[in-house]
């Protein structure tokens, strides 16, 4: 379902009319719910460490990430939205290795990541 509901994401850059817009909203976060909520259903619990690790950290990728994307949007720009994912990818895959490599140090997880260290 994450292929196709990243589809509709694309669509709706290049579809601006409302109503398809309304549509590709709609049917995406219904797939995209649904996904979710089966990927909670089968967790039971068990799993790999770096999706444990993203559980943790939610709170801190969430914020970093984003500062990633608008650094990325307004240095490449959207108009060309291949490159624009492209640099994305590769953005977010490097902050990403850069936080984690953040949290295993104690000082620099509770500066970067607001989290006090037991």
């Excluded at 009319?17 to 976060?29: C, I, K, P, R």
């Excluded at 950290?57 to 914020?63: A, D, K, V, W």
Aim: glycine residues 8%.
């Amino acid at each position: 379902i994450y292929p196709v509901d990243f589809l509709f994401v694309i669509g709706n850059f290049y579809w601006n009319h409302w109503y398809l817009e309304w549509m590709f909203f709609f049917v995406g976060n219904v797939m995209l719910l649904f996904q979710v909520a089966c990927d909670f259903h089968s967790y039971k619990g068990k799993g790999i460490a770096v999706l444990n690790w993203l559980g943790m950290e939610s709170m801190g990728i969430y914020l970093w990430h984003y500062a990633c994307t608008m650094l990325i949007r307004y240095w490449v720009g959207i108009e060309d939205l291949f490159i624009y994912y492209l640099w994305n990818a590769l953005g977010l895959g490097l902050t990403f290795f850069l936080l984690y490599v953040i949290t295993k140090n104690r000082v620099l997880h509770q500066y970067f990541m607001g989290v006090v260290a037991k």
